[in-house]
């Protein structure tokens, strides 16, 4: 019984899988940053380009 008691004490003062699934969030919320920065700057990178190239067309 004393194995049981001092396994789930121990298991309680574990705090190893916390951190891993804290560090995982952490990845995540950066992934998804890091996405939404990148969409929305090629987003308007496209509207530039589009831009300059219908300035730069030649008049029929």
Do not use: H, W
């Amino acid at each position: 019984m004393q194995t049981l008691t001092q396994t789930l004490k121990q298991f309680v003062r574990d705090e190893d899988g916390v951190t891993a699934i804290e560090y995982g969030l952490i990845a995540a919320l950066i992934a998804v940053v890091i996405i939404t920065t990148v969409t929305t700057v090629g987003t308007n990178l496209s509207a530039v380009f589009s831009f300059i190239g219908d300035k730069l067309k030649l008049p029929a």
